[in-house]
């Protein structure tokens, strides 16, 4: 819509720099993997749409994430022996590496900080650290989160690459000069 009116109205353009979006992979009673989601396929769309319509607009996902209060409707799920802790990071680390793949030029999850993970409303349970009253500390996903960080700075998504396994994804980063390259490797199951 912001698009049509831009064209009927504007002499100047579309007048926004970057697409901005939130998405949240849930099922409507919990959070779901990014790929029962299909993440990486609605941000390619995105991708697809900006190519043809307005090239040059950088496209953000500025929020998706997960929460680890368990009567949350975005709550990350507990599978097998990886308890819902485990899970969220998981499925950051897995959504991080989606959006990297499907194009987009950044993604930010929400949020650093829990509000109040006692609280079973939405996001208030979704961040890599506890509670002011806690000190902030770090969950299980500030360290996931971290050592990706860490592990890729400075790379850049190049290709996935063919595992031979449908349920297993690869993907290959190499830094700019082409001296380094890491590649990213994980079964894309919810079933441990």
């Avoid at 690869?170 to 380094?180: C, E, H, I, L, M």
Wanted: proline content about 4%; aromatic content about 14%; overall charge negative.
């Amino acid at each position: 819509c912001m698009k049509l009116w831009s064209d009927f109205n504007r002499t100047k353009g579309f007048p926004a720099d970057v697409l901005n979006f939130h998405h949240y992979s849930e099922n409507g009673s919990h959070g779901i993997s990014p790929e029962a989601d299909s993440l990486k396929l609605k941000l390619a769309r995105l991708v697809q749409y900006r190519d043809t319509y307005l090239p040059g607009k950088e496209i953000w996902l500025s929020e998706f994430g997960y929460d680890t209060q368990p009567e949350s409707v975005q709550a990350a799920v507990a599978i097998d022996t990886n308890d819902i802790y485990e899970v969220q990071g998981q499925w950051i680390l897995r959504s991080f590496l989606e959006a990297a793949a499907s194009g987009i030029d950044k993604a930010y999850m929400f949020m650093l900080r829990d509000a109040n993970a006692l609280d079973p409303n939405k996001y208030n349970s979704c961040g890599l650290t506890n509670e002011l009253w806690y000190g902030h500390q770090p969950k299980k996903s500030w360290f996931y989160v971290n050592t990706m960080n860490q592990q890729l700075k400075n790379l850049r998504f190049e290709r996935e690459v063919n595992s031979g396994n449908p349920t297993v994804s690869v993907y290959q980063f190499n830094s700019q000069n082409a001296d380094t390259t890491v590649y990213a490797v994980w079964c894309r199951t919810s079933s441990n």
